[in-house]
């Protein structure tokens, strides 16, 4: 059974820094590229990151380019996402995706907010 679980969301204050988590399991991990998507109510899911198997490549919304990061661990199942100088309008769930699947996570919530 495929699972994907988002963790780490929260309430922050602008300039402030999470780190979101997504385990996976009931799939072979190291064979997907992970991405990390967003939405806010009333607005399509918009792409944020993505890495690829061996870590080698990772490619950032513009919005995010320099404040956030991609990372994962193959041998934990899990992808990150480092996420610094937060603003407002980055509040939204954020969710996890294995690329070219419809695997995803129910989502964890992000509000940046003072």
């Known amino acids: 059974q495929v699972q994907l679980v988002e963790s780490g969301g929260g309430l922050v204050q602008p300039g402030g820094s999470l780190r979101l988590s997504c385990a996976a399991s009931?799939?072979?991990?190291?064979?997907?590229?992970m991405r990390w998507y967003r939405q806010t109510p009333g607005n399509e899911r918009e792409f944020v990151a993505m890495?690829?198997?061996?870590?080698?490549?990772?490619n950032y919304a513009d919005s995010v380019k320099g404040r956030f990061t991609i990372s994962r661990d193959n041998d934990k199942n899990t992808v990150y996402l480092q996420m610094n100088s937060l603003k407002p309008e980055d509040t939204a769930v954020y969710y996890c995706?294995?690329?070219?699947?419809?695997?995803w996570g129910p989502g964890t919530q992000v509000t940046v907010s003072s």
């Open positions: 995706n294995a690329f070219d699947t419809d695997y």
């Open positions: 009931g799939f072979i991990f190291t064979n997907y590229a």
């Open positions: 890495i690829t198997r061996n870590s080698i490549f990772e």
